[in-house]
């Protein structure tokens, strides 16, 4: 009922996930993800605990194939489920059940998995995945997002679009972008502005926020200057 991307960023280390669906609010609970651990997305009858626990696992050093081992020995439901992870290493492991709704697959690449199910057709996934490799030299979140762009145009989700979202983890245990965008006509051109707007109204900020080992945040005069510059001059 979905279709979404899970990558590490080769450059800067960075983990994000995108995701798309003819469901409302998609992103609210299909992933997880952590600074330093990974990101796991869970979808198609969607565990949230998939996520929540996966993102734990990785946390405490497992890697993504001993994550996907333990979700699954502990869900007498795995035939319903799809999950995709990738640990702070770029290793990828991911899960279709067999009993997904068709048309349902994943494809891999290094550090990078795209998945669907109630998918249009067969052609979505690779060009998902060929829209994310080919965007390598972009911005991260672009590359994400670019993936996105691509599925849809094949055709996405059979049953239509609704809602869409985009998360980037950085190296702290909360997102240093979390975009979503819960039940709108054009959803991923809704989450292309949203993206826009966070390169100006939301990112500046993450250098001066609290970090576990620098929690009274960041503040000094290049940060000064950019709270004194109107966001439409950034």
Same mark, same amino acid.
């Given at each position: 009922?979905? /279709?979404?991307?899970?990558?590490?960023?080769?450059?800067?280390?960075? /983990?994000?996930?995108?995701?798309? @669906? %003819?469901?409302?609010?998609?992103?609210?609970?299909? !992933?997880?993800?952590?600074?330093?651990?990974?990101?796991?997305?869970?979808?198609?009858?969607?565990?949230? !605990?998939? $996520?929540?626990?996966?993102?734990?696992?990785?946390?405490?050093?497992?890697?993504?194939?001993?994550?996907?081992?333990?979700? #699954?020995?502990?869900?007498?439901?795995?035939?319903?489920?799809?999950?995709?992870?990738?640990? %702070?290493?770029?290793?990828? $492991?991911?899960?279709?059940?067999?009993?997904?709704?068709?048309? @349902?697959?994943?494809?891999? %690449?290094?550090?990078?998995?795209?998945?669907?199910?109630?998918?249009?057709?067969?052609?979505?996934?690779? +060009?998902?995945?060929?829209? !994310?490799?080919?965007?390598?030299?972009?911005? /991260?979140?672009?590359?994400?997002?670019?993936?996105?762009?691509? +599925?849809?145009?094949?055709?996405?989700?059979?049953?239509?679009?609704? #809602?869409?979202?985009?998360?980037?983890?950085?190296?702290?245990?909360?997102?240093?972008?979390?975009?979503?965008?819960?039940?709108?006509?054009?959803?991923?051109?809704?989450?292309?502005?949203?993206?826009?707007?966070?390169?100006?109204?939301?990112?500046? !900020?993450?250098?001066?926020?609290?970090?576990?080992?620098?929690?009274?945040?960041?503040?000094?005069?290049?940060?000064?200057?950019?709270?004194?510059?109107?966001?439409?001059?950034?």
């Amino acid at each position: 009922m979905t /279709f979404s991307i899970v990558a590490r960023c080769p450059k800067t280390g960075h /983990f994000g996930v995108g995701i798309a @669906s %003819a469901v409302p609010s998609v992103g609210s609970v299909c !992933y997880q993800g952590s600074g330093n651990a990974g990101v796991v997305v869970t979808q198609s009858w969607v565990n949230p !605990y998939w $996520a929540i626990d996966g993102v734990q696992l990785l946390s405490n050093n497992l890697t993504a194939s001993e994550v996907l081992e333990q979700l #699954s020995k502990a869900d007498p439901r795995t035939n319903l489920r799809q999950a995709a992870i990738v640990d %702070a290493q770029g290793e990828v $492991a991911v899960h279709t059940g067999a009993d997904c709704t068709e048309v @349902s697959g994943h494809l891999t %690449a290094q550090g990078v998995s795209v998945q669907g199910n109630m998918l249009a057709n067969k052609q979505v996934l690779p +060009a998902m995945l060929k829209a !994310y490799l080919s965007s390598a030299q972009d911005n /991260f979140q672009t590359s994400l997002l670019s993936a996105l762009t691509a +599925a849809q145009a094949m055709g996405g989700d059979k049953r239509g679009k609704q #809602s869409a979202a985009l998360a980037i983890y950085s190296t702290e245990e909360y997102p240093l972008l979390d975009l979503r965008v819960d039940d709108h006509l054009e959803p991923l051109r809704e989450l292309a502005r949203l993206l826009d707007l966070a390169r100006t109204q939301i990112l500046p !900020y993450s250098s001066i926020m609290s970090t576990r080992t620098m929690p009274q945040g960041r503040r000094d005069e290049d940060i000064e200057r950019m709270l004194a510059t109107p966001p439409s001059e950034r």
